[in-house]
């Protein structure tokens, strides 16, 4: 059974940081690609982060710059590493996993899912 964990998450103020964590059992990270995802109230879930088996990141234009995704394979663990954040990124976080992947970014490609962290950014 595949499980994904998010950690990480709380409340900062503007301009601070957070890093999130993605522990992932039953499924080996350094394979397909692996995302972090967001979706704020009232609004679509959107993709922030990517990474595929080869490295290769994707970035949402409104990160870029301010975040960077990591993996650890050894540690079956991909990272969000967030700068600079703005009240914009409020929204709970979610870690997903594609096995397959052709396009990084699509969401549609991501079979497995973690429950979500909650990222809060006030001034």
């Known amino acids: 059974q595949v499980q994904l964990v998010e950690s990480g998450g709380g409340s900062v103020q503007t301009g601070g940081s957070l890093r999130l964590s993605c522990a992932a059992s039953g499924y080996t990270i350094s394979t397909g690609c692996m995302g972090w995802f967001r979706q704020a109230p009232g609004k679509q879930r959107e993709g922030v982060a990517h990474v595929n088996s080869g490295g290769t990141t994707r970035y949402a234009d409104s990160v870029k710059g301010r975040f960077t995704i990591s993996k650890d394979n050894a540690k079956n663990t991909l990272y969000l590493e967030m700068n600079s954040l703005k009240s914009e990124d409020t929204a709970m976080y979610y870690c997903?996993?594609?096995?397959?992947?052709?396009?990084?970014?699509?969401?549609?490609?991501?079979?497995?899912w973690g429950q979500g962290t909650q990222v809060t950014v006030s001034s």
């Open positions: 997903a996993a594609a096995p397959f992947c052709w396009f990084m970014t699509s969401e549609r490609e991501y079979r497995y």
